[in-house]
């Protein structure tokens, strides 16, 4: 039985790779901080006796009893919101987070999987985004604590691979929704749904031009494995490459909710991207995955899951 250890397993993505891993029969450790992710999120592995919490600071020393065959290192605040709230933390888990993890696949012997970012190519002047391109950061605007956190974690990830031959995976991982995003998030699925049911007008930032892809986190969790079982060492985008205009993706919402709270505009907040759509022509050659979650089907389970989450003020 394998034995994988994942950081940020109480966060929205990170809470359904362990679940993942559980399923296809890994025994694992979830370390979290909770500085962002929640207990919710992993309350339902609770008893399992494949799964075991530990509360940890990936960014502090920290020793792991038995031989690990797998370290993913998801940890990370990922939303604006967060990450703006809390910029040292993030680059404190982007890069000594990233090394301490990196140690302990090192001293194992096991593969590393990094999850990294689109963030890592800015606002791209390259569309749609492929893994060559080497981005367009502003490396001291409000953004940059996430941005250059994922991108010297990358750097990192390759100087572990090529100085000390562990082997390793890079996933840039490109909008990400579904059940156990905070609605208090600030990422644009949890903050439309969570107006829209609210009745509140949506709020649009600039235009609503600028575009995004939605990828739901089931397939997103799918590609990840798929990377971690793989040759890979360079990276390797995840996402959907369905593109729509923010102003779209609204229009979306009202229709799927059956509300019609209407909208109103914001200035668009400073470097945020343009565009954003993967090129996963990488992801189909190498790891033979694509989404196939259409957006309506994940829309829906995310809408249902809110729903609960929250009390509306309209059915």
């Given at each position: 039985m394998s034995y994988a250890v994942v950081s940020g397993?109480?966060?929205?993505v990170g809470s359904h790779m362990c679940d993942l891993l559980l399923a296809e029969g890994y025994t694992v450790l979830g370390l979290d901080n909770l500085l962002t992710g929640s207990r919710q999120n992993i309350e339902h592995l609770r008893g399992n006796p494949s799964f075991r919490f530990q509360l940890q600071d990936v960014t502090l020393p920290?020793?792991?009893a038995g031989k690990v065959d797998y370290v993913l290192h998801m940890a990370s605040p990922a939303s604006p919101k967060d990450y703006l709230e809390f910029p040292i933390e993030t680059l404190d888990v982007g890069s000594v987070g990233t090394r301490l993890?990196?140690?302990l696949a090192r001293k194992n012997g096991a593969k590393f999987l990094l999850t990294s970012t689109s963030?890592?190519?800015?606002?791209?002047?390259?569309?749609?985004?492929?893994?060559?391109?080497?981005?367009?950061?502003n490396p001291v605007g409000p953004r940059s604590c996430y941005d250059e956190s994922k991108r010297f974690a990358e750097a990192m990830t390759m100087a572990?691979?090529?100085?000390?031959?562990?082997?390793?995976?890079?996933?840039?991982?490109?909008?990400?929704?579904?059940?156990?995003?905070k609605l208090n998030d600030g990422r644009v699925v949890p903050a439309f749904v969570d107006q829209a049911l609210r009745g509140e007008p949506i709020t649009i930032f600039g235009?609503?031009?600028?575009?995004?892809?939605?990828?739901?986190?089931?397939?997103?969790v799918d590609g990840l494995y798929r990377l971690l079982l793989s040759d890979e060492i360079y990276p390797v985008n995840l996402?959907?490459?369905?593109?729509?205009?923010?102003?779209e993706f609204a229009r979306a919402i009202e229709r799927l909710t059956g509300l019609n709270p209407g909208q109103v505009n914001q200035p668009l907040p400073e470097d945020d991207p343009k565009q954003r759509q993967p090129n996963i022509d990488k992801a189909k050659?190498?790891?033979?995955?694509?989404?196939?979650?259409p957006l309506d089907e994940g829309m829906r389970l995310t809408i249902e899951y809110f729903r609960r989450q929250a009390t509306p003020v309209m059915a």
């Open positions: 397993a109480a966060g929205f920290f020793e792991v993890m990196l140690e963030e890592s190519y800015g606002d791209p002047a390259v569309h749609p985004q492929v893994e060559t391109y080497w981005g367009n950061v572990f691979h090529r100085k000390h031959g562990v082997k390793t995976s890079i996933a840039r991982i490109f909008n990400t929704y579904g059940p156990r995003m235009d609503g031009s600028q575009t995004r892809s939605f990828c739901y986190v089931s397939d997103l996402g959907n490459p369905v593109e729509m205009t923010i102003l050659r190498v790891l033979g995955w694509q989404p196939v979650v």
